[in-house]
């Protein structure tokens, strides 16, 4: 059964590149993700179809309206209803968020594999921000890619996206890849290296020519740890 996505934003044509090529791509075409589009501008009622406005209290900028983006969460949960889907949680990138981590990455996951929701709702936010009164009523889940600012949600929606998708059993053409990439055990990944054997004076580390496999093993776990230790010590402490 297919992971929905249900997506607001009001550029659904920035993903179409990444929904229809690589990972995502594969994960499409084989029924193991459906990513579903809503636009707020087509729940408007003006000619003008208008979805943003100046903040009250003034300031620079302009900001979300509430009545758009609660029109798209009222038809995506009809949309839902009428083909028996559980609604899951909803879920908006925003600078206030918590950070996005694999861990977060697999707790979504886990959702989907022990049957508690096959479905998420991403909000993409734009402008200056969204009205609260939105996100107080029907945001669950707030994340961010990182301290700075970015013109949209769409970027970490993606981003979401696509460590999930990896995640999926089956996408990748070996599961174990995905088993192996960084932060999978709050280690940092080894070093990879392919052909030739010498590049530019440098040479592959002779245990990886060895063909023995538990010491390729035990060497590729001691290099994790020391890069782990030396660039992201902060990981060993989770």
């Not at 636009?39 to 300031?59: A, C, E, I, K, W």
């Not at 009523?137 to 301290?147: A, C, F, K, M, T």
């Not at 174990?176 to 392919?194: G, K």
Request: proline residues 6%.
């Amino acid at each position: 059964m297919a992971t929905r996505f249900d997506i607001i934003t009001l550029f659904p044509d920035f993903f179409e590149p990444w929904r229809t090529t690589g990972v995502c791509g594969r994960a499409v075409s084989r029924g193991a993700l459906d990513l579903v589009f809503w636009n707020p501008r087509q729940f408007t009622s003006d000619v003008h179809q208008t979805v943003d406005d100046r903040p009250y209290g003034g300031g620079p900028g302009m900001v979300m309206l509430a009545q758009p983006l609660a029109d798209c969460m009222a038809a995506i949960s009809s949309d839902l209803l009428s083909k028996g889907i559980q609604k899951g949680p909803t879920i908006l990138f925003s600078p206030a968020g918590q950070s996005l981590t694999q861990s977060l990455v697999e707790n979504c996951l886990a959702q989907t594999s022990q049957g508690q929701t096959g479905q998420f709702t991403l909000v993409c936010g734009r402008y200056e921000g969204i009205d609260q009164r939105f996100i107080d009523r029907y945001v669950q889940v707030e994340i961010s890619l990182g301290d700075f600012v970015l013109s949209g949600g769409e970027i970490p929606a993606m981003t979401l996206l696509d460590a999930f998708t990896r995640r999926i059993p089956g996408v990748l053409g070996d599961d174990a890849s995905s088993q192996q990439d960084s932060f999978m055990a709050n280690l940092l990944d080894h070093p990879h290296y392919t052909r030739p054997e010498v590049f530019e004076g440098q040479a592959v580390p002779p245990v990886l020519l060895s063909g023995h496999h538990g010491k390729i093993a035990d060497w590729r776990k001691e290099v994790a740890l020391a890069l782990t230790k030396s660039k992201r010590p902060d990981l060993l402490k989770k």
